[in-house]
């Protein structure tokens, strides 16, 4: 053998044998005991707090250097209890040493078993935490500030303080039944984490490992607990502060009775990377999935160290919001219409920073309808909005209550609806109470209560708890309506008013939408001012205040001719037959030239004093009123015959004859009370001095109430709202 390769063998095997003395004399003669006072007294200068190490310390060499540790507590922070803020049952550590000889750390399986961290906040913002992390991160920029080689050569005395981080290799992380205490007083939120286990794969700066965690979430005040698992690869750039991770897999699985269901389940995944160093962020292939919707997106931002701002795009594929119900086991609400909440979707890019984001190119989709625009929020506490928003077309009917069980499975028109559960409600105002709102939004088409409105815009205004709409104009019924409204909510008891005009707007189309009638057709303009108050509708109309008018032009009444109907109570009083020629039928009508009047409200109570009818051959004026609340009208309308009147007209020519309408508003009785006008013509005569026989009146009066064909219920006769007999 050549003797220098003898030389070097022989130097070799000394080294070992001395390596194994040295092991043996460290386990015999070295006890790690004796210097834990110095080991507490190093942590407590790490981290600021006072340190007990209460189980042994043990050293081990096969098949690496190894240390374990025993129970060990960190003293909480003056104020917040006896009971520290961490504690530990045991911990395992493995190192190897002939890598140190190059200056390079690595570590076997480090354990942490039964950690427990009661994490603590005052209402005052004080922590039970302070002071602790600055210490460690401030210790771990440090150490990272070490890892280059130019480093090391430009500062060596800090050599011997620590090695470098980008040197550190582990072979796994393993915590076991960890628990984390989360008590906030300062938001009033409580959590707690049990169970938590966290494992990693082989640790080393500049290579990605799997990471895996899982535990049970609970918020004891709600009685909720979510179980969490997730898993991950991640790759870390300690020197850089750069981390990036890819197959980012997050399952939750929340359980409580205020759940839907009692349980749900919710899937996450993404890729991204953060630099810490440079501040900057970015989320990839963001997908959230559950209860049959699936939501996707991506983010990406800078300013972690100074301004945060970000940017990205959120979308939701089309998806049934009735079936995400039912998989939410939430009852889907009985619509109108069996098609309403079948399909729904969302697209928008985004941009903002830590106090506000602005979404911009809105894409929404919601049946048949479809939204464009951009909403901004800001201050995300008490939300601050401000949209500028496009409808193309929306059927508010179709998301209404249905009138009855068959119709809900039926595309059939209501034709009923409401009742006392609708009567009772209470109006739902906590919104103007939650949010600030300035926004425009334009409608296309819109359909409530089964009125048509085209080319809606309105100006909506939300400040402190009051809404405004000034103005909200729209075509209607080929005419304009140009309306201001508010919602006052600031106090307990909610105030509403609506004030603005509808010019030229074609009443019969209208009215059949309204009312399945067309009582009237004729163009005219309406003027309204009212105000209300209360949380139900019925407190609405018996506080109802302000005043309404009404002025139409050129026109008719169907369902009656009023001529006819006066000559009908003439023929009646003298005794002759007038069912031959009816005056009430869906083929009469009342051509008029002006129709007008003004009318008050006070508390629910409609009254006017001035209505006017002019026809072709006779004058009208109404005076009376309308019980709002209980729907019933109680009003005269005098129809006067002018003295020249001739053809069947002749004999009621100079009186004024009272026709009475009582009942409902779109269905009342109706009374001619052709008595009364002979009764007041005879008495002008007699101070006219004119004459009028004694026999003639008599002849009229007498006759008794019952036997007049013209005193009848609306379905009989008169109707001024559907014009049948």
Avoid: C
């Avoid at 992380?173 to 049990?194: G, M, P, R």
């Avoid at 949010?435 to 296309?444: K, P, Q, S, W, Y």
């Amino acid at each position: 053998m050549n003797r220098w390769l003898r030389i070097v063998l022989g130097v070799g095997a000394a080294a070992v044998v001395l390596y194994g003395m040295a092991l043996a004399g460290l386990l015999l003669w070295f006890n790690p005991n004796d210097y834990k006072p110095r080991i507490k007294a190093a942590i407590e200068r790490e981290i600021g707090r006072q340190v007990t190490i209460d189980g042994p310390i043990r050293l081990s060499i096969f098949p690496s250097l190894g240390i374990e540790l025993g129970r060990v507590t960190v003293a909480n922070a003056p104020g917040f209890g006896k009971q520290p803020i961490a504690e530990l049952d045991s911990a395992d550590a493995r190192i190897r040493l002939l890598p140190l000889l190059v200056d390079r750390i690595r570590v076997g399986t480090l354990s942490l078993n039964g950690l427990h961290l009661r994490l603590e906040r005052h209402a005052d913002g004080r922590s039970s935490w302070h002071g602790v992390v600055e210490n460690l991160i401030h210790r771990g920029r440090q150490a990272a500030g070490q890892s280059s080689s130019a480093q090391r050569s430009q500062h060596k005395g800090a050599q011997s303080e620590g090695r470098p981080l980008s040197s550190l290799r582990i072979g796994s992380i393993k915590i076991n039944n960890a628990e984390v205490d989360w008590d906030d007083a300062a938001s009033n939120t409580q959590y707690q984490f049990k169970s938590l286990a966290l494992d990693t794969g082989r640790l080393s700066d500049g290579h990605p490992f799997r990471l895996e965690f899982s535990g049970d979430l609970l918020r004891p005040s709600d009685h909720i607990s979510a179980n969490i698992n997730v898993v991950s690869s991640i790759e870390p750039h300690l020197a850089d502060r750069f981390y990036r991770f890819t197959d980012l897999g997050v399952n939750i699985l929340i359980q409580g009775a205020s759940i839907p269901g009692g349980e749900q389940e919710a899937n996450i995944s993404a890729a991204g990377e953060i630099d810490l160093h440079a501040g900057r962020f970015s989320l990839d292939n963001i997908t959230l999935q559950s209860a049959g919707a699936t939501l996707k997106g991506k983010i990406a931002g800078d300013g972690l160290n100074s301004r945060l701002s970000y940017n990205g795009r959120l979308t939701i594929p089309t998806f049934s919001p009735r079936s995400a119900m039912q998989q939410l086991e939430i009852r889907p609400a009985r619509t109108r219409s069996h098609t309403a909440l079948t399909s729904a979707s969302f697209d928008a890019q985004f941009e903002g920073g830590a106090k506000s984001v602005l979404f911009k190119q809105i894409n929404a989709s919601l049946d048949e309808s479809k939204l464009s625009g951009t909403a901004r929020i800001d201050y995300f506490k008490r939300p601050s909005l401000i949209v500028d928003l496009d409808l193309d077309q929306l059927n508010v009917d179709d998301y209404l209550p249905p009138a009855s069980a068959r119709q809900a499975q039926t595309s059939e028109p209501p034709k009923t609806g409401g009742g006392d559960p609708q009567k009772n409600a209470e109006f739902n105002l906590a919104a103007l109470r939650d949010v600030e709102l300035d926004g425009h939004v334009r409608i296309g088409a819109l359909t409530i209560a089964n009125v048509h409105v085209g080319h809606a815009a309105m100006h909506m205004k939300i400040h402190q708890d009051r809404l405004d709409i000034a103005p909200l104009t729209a075509d209607l019924y080929g005419g304009r309506l140009d309306l201001t409204g508010s919602v006052d909510a600031s106090s307990d008891t909610p105030r509403f008013a609506l004030a603005g005009s509808a010019v030229q707007i074609d009443l019969q189309p209208l009215m059949k939408d309204v009312a399945e009638r067309e009582p009237v057709s004729a163009r005219g303009d309406a003027r309204l001012d009212v105000r209300a108050h209360g949380k139900q509708v019925a407190q609405l109309k018996r506080s109802l205040t302000g005043q309404f008018s009404l002025a139409l032009g050129e026109g008719s009444i169907h369902g009656v001719n009023l001529a006819n109907l006066l000559e009908a109570a003439r023929a009646a009083q003298d005794g002759g037959d007038n069912s031959k020629t009816s005056a009430i039928e869906p083929g009469q009508s009342t051509a008029f030239s002006r129709l007008d009047g003004h009318f008050h409200v006070h508390d629910g109570l409609m009254s006017g004093d001035d209505l006017t009818l002019i026809t072709p051959h006779l004058t009208a004026h109404g005076a009376g009123r309308y019980d709002i609340p209980n729907n019933h009208l109680d009003y005269t309308i005098r129809v006067d015959v002018p003295g020249d009147s001739g053809g069947q007209l002749t004999k009621l020519a100079g009186l004024s004859i009272p026709l009475r309408l009582q009942g409902p508003l779109l269905a009342p009785h109706y009374t001619v009370d052709l008595k009364a006008a002979l009764k007041s013509a005879a008495g002008d005569k007699s101070k006219a001095g004119a004459g009028v026989s004694k026999q003639e009146v008599d002849a009229n009066l007498n006759q008794p109430a019952d036997d007049n064909p013209l005193d009848k219920k609306a379905g009989d006769g008169l109707s001024i709202s559907s014009g049948k007999p």
